[in-house]
């Protein structure tokens, strides 16, 4: 065998097929995972939000109080920004409070507009008036020396904020904290690791020199929401902490920050004993524990009238911002869409108080990797080849282990999505479902163009179902149509050979047509005839009434027929057509070279019996009694005769259907013939005669009308002994 023909012979086989669909989904969903791609790092973040509560410690850490610039702060020392004396009056309550550091989330970056010397300046530059200020001391005339001295006297943290936008400035900034580098081999150095402010917005000159600063940016992610903030950024030649980090510094007396690197970055900050997880950029998840006010809030207000309870504020590192909406410091974050941004520093302390920070590890990439590799592992042999059965578990199995192994890692404070490991298990399974599906495809399409030749579809689709049991049968309840060209052997006698097929082919194929398009299965042509069923192979329901529509549309389709074949082979067919239902057996039947799906039972010599019966009564159509039961309501039904039909000893009522609307307009017509028909059945002949010869006259054209009224008075001359109203037929 050729190398060419080896290959194709390996690539036809399904296990090739499987291992090749598995090994491009995995590679897939590692370079997705690589590559990130925003819609894909979105659903990342919503699985870390339903994660967070695992992360909810029974209580927040006492440590962090937020002092609040609120609503009735605001309505009691006026509209923000305040006069920089009460910040000085906040700062001074809070020492005296005794708290053991303040981080204030607060811009001092404009001198106080409302500084008597600048008011002077104002009045002096736009009216030309004096304000005289020698009676005012120094410190009351410029505001922002009060806050500076009161600075002097408190453990504070001066809030500043560092712009990332591109702009570049010379940053006039104090000294910063100490900061230790501790580096494993292929570390990446610090400097390259941490974000660099390039600009920042700074508070005043003469505030800056009286406290230590702490940066307080804490931007969202792309969705908008905030779930991490950074411990660390570069700004001028220096390393800064955030306001909280700093905060905490300052009420342990520690001014050295221990960082630690590897090769994919920063891992770690530590701040005297207390570690915290980062990411390779410096930035920490928040654990939040809950919605707004999480965390112990006193009003700016009490703390300015001396009213809080000491207990609420000593020994506790404050955070002083706003909660007033009117302030624009309101942020989203996992747990609550309007979030304090001054609520997010208090949080931020929280988690490094507690150690309840979430990190993403460094090994996360090759675990991620991992858990791709092994779910596609596990996944590809069992929707490759096992039975469809087995799907469904193996699916809910995988999932459920990828999203049971991060939950377990996430309450130990590790992020390891099972995303990636779930997008490997769905997609693993669509591809190979899908490929198995068109392989059952292909295969079927060769047993299809294998037995179409000798076959009719229906059957073909029977066989490919059963995959081979080609003499498996069954009873059903069936509805069977019989179909016959009238006068056939004369027609054909003036075509030549090749116009009578032709002929058949014109007629069986619209035939055919309306038997499919109502759900019915094609049995044979016998010559002129043809044969077809309901309710098999597959259930169909109201089969019967399927069955008396397909004939009816069968007598409708050669209204339209006939014109086309009278201009091409100057003839008009006209057929007769007769439907039972009753059981009978179905299955494939004949060789073991050569089967036909069809079937046998007495119930199919019958509806062959009902289709000979048209010419007898003058009708298109024929159907058993228990047919006309079964279509309940669907059609209206002319009673025609009850008759022992050629071969059988049992009495049938045959029927001959109409549409609704048809036999709406014949209503005087039928009520007519039932009245004659009931005398006729009732052994009154001589009244039946009278009745049924009145109606030839009103209808000439109608055959059943003219057969009673001759059976009347053949009755009527010669009476039986014994009447019941059934007819017995002399032939088929």
């Not at 009676?135 to 001295?149: G, W």
């Not at 001066?158 to 910063?176: E, H, I, K, N, Q």
């Not at 009873?475 to 090749?498: A, M, N, V, Y």
């Not at 759900?519 to 329901?541: C, E, H, Q, R, Y």
């Amino acid at each position: 065998m050729t190398f060419p023909a080896v290959f194709r012979h390996i690539a036809q086989a399904p296990w090739f097929s499987a291992a090749l669909t598995g090994s491009a989904v995995v590679l897939g969903t590692a370079a997705l995972y690589i590559a990130q791609p925003p819609p894909i790092v979105r659903l990342d973040w919503k699985i870390y939000d339903s994660l967070l509560p695992l992360r909810a410690a029974p209580q927040p850490s006492p440590v962090p109080v937020v002092v609040d610039l609120d609503e009735a702060s605001l309505l009691e020392y006026g509209q923000w920004p305040w006069p920089r004396y009460l910040v000085a009056d906040l700062l001074d309550a809070l020492n005296e409070y005794g708290v053991a550091a303040v981080g204030l989330d607060i811009m001092f970056a404009e001198p106080d507009r409302s500084s008597p010397e600048r008011l002077a300046a104002a009045l002096r530059r736009d009216r030309g008036a004096a304000l005289n200020l020698e009676s005012l001391p120094r410190n009351l005339r410029d505001f922002d020396q009060l806050p500076a001295e009161a600075l002097r006297r408190s453990p504070a943290v001066l809030g500043f904020y560092g712009r990332f936008d591109g702009t570049v400035a010379d940053l006039d900034l104090p000294p910063s904290v100490n900061c230790i580098e501790q580096s494993s081999p292929g570390a990446i150095p610090l400097e390259r690791s941490l974000p660099s402010a390039g600009n920042a917005v700074l508070p005043l000159p003469i505030l800056r020199d009286k406290a230590p600063l702490g940066f307080i940016n804490a931007a969202p992610d792309g969705d908008g929401i905030v779930r991490k903030a950074p411990l660390l950024i570069r700004a001028g030649n220096a390393v800064y902490p955030s306001l909280a980090l700093r905060s905490l510094m300052l009420a342990l007396g520690s001014k050295t920050l221990i960082v630690r690197s590897g090769p994919y970055g920063l891992e770690s900050v530590r701040v005297g004993q207390l570690t915290v997880p980062v990411d390779a950029k410096g930035a920490m998840y928040i654990p939040f524990v809950g919605p707004r006010k999480s965390y112990s809030y006193v009003s700016a207000a009490d703390v300015l009238r001396k009213t809080a309870p000491p207990e609420s504020l000593k020994g506790r590192i404050a955070f002083v911002g706003t909660s007033a909406p009117g302030l624009l410091d309101i942020r989203a974050t996992p747990l609550d869409p309007v979030y304090p941004g001054v609520e997010i520093h208090a949080a931020v302390l929280d988690a490094i108080l507690t150690g309840n920070a979430v990190s993403v590890p460094p090994w996360t990439p090759a675990a991620q990797l991992l858990g791709i590799f092994v779910s596609g592992l596990v996944a590809a042999p069992a929707f490759g080849f096992a039975r469809p059965r087995v799907y469904l578990p193996v699916a809910a199995g995988l999932t459920a282990a990828a999203v049971l192994l991060s939950r377990r890692l996430f309450a130990d404070g590790l992020f390891i999505s099972p995303l990636y490991s779930v997008i490997t298990v769905a997609v693993m399974g669509a591809g190979l479902v899908f490929l198995r599906f068109l392989q059952e495809e292909r295969q079927k399409l060769i047993l299809r163009n294998a037995f179409s030749r000798y076959v009719s579809p229906e059957i073909v689709k029977r066989i490919t179902r059963l995959r081979g049991d080609l003499f498996a049968g069954e009873e059903r309840e069936l509805s069977i149509l019989f179909t016959d060209i009238r006068g056939f052997t004369t027609l054909s006698e003036k075509l030549s050979p090749q116009q009578v097929v032709n002929l058949l082919n014109r007629y069986f194929t619209p035939m055919t047509a309306l038997v499919r398009a109502h759900s019915g299965t094609m049995d044979k042509f016998i010559g002129d005839a043809l044969m077809a069923f309901w309710n098999a192979p597959l259930d169909v329901p109201e089969h019967p009434a399927q069955a008396v529509s397909t004939a009816l549309a069968m007598q409708e389709k050669l209204l339209t027929l006939n014109v086309e074949l009278q201009a091409e082979f100057g003839v008009e067919v006209r057929i007769g057509a007769g439907v039972h239902t009753g059981p009978a057996y179905v299955g494939n039947m004949g060789s073991a070279e050569l089967v036909n799906y069809t079937l046998i039972g007495d119930n199919v010599n019958l509806a062959s019996r009902l289709e000979g019966l048209c010419p007898q009564y003058g009708v298109g159509l024929v159907v058993s009694g228990e047919t006309r039961a079964a279509c309940g309501e669907a059609f209206a039904f002319q009673y025609l005769d009850t008759i022992r039909v050629k071969g059988k000893s049992r009495p049938v009522g045959v029927y001959a259907p109409l549409r609704p609307e048809d036999a709406a307009a014949r209503r005087e017509e039928f009520h007519a013939w039932e009245e004659a028909c009931g005398l006729y059945r009732s052994g009154a002949f001589t009244r039946a005669a009278e009745a049924l010869a009145a109606l030839c006259g009103r209808f000439p054209e109608t055959v059943l009308y003219a057969v009673y009224r001759d059976r009347a008075r053949s009755l009527l001359r010669d009476p039986p002994e014994m009447w019941d109203g059934i007819w017995t037929a002399t032939r088929k």
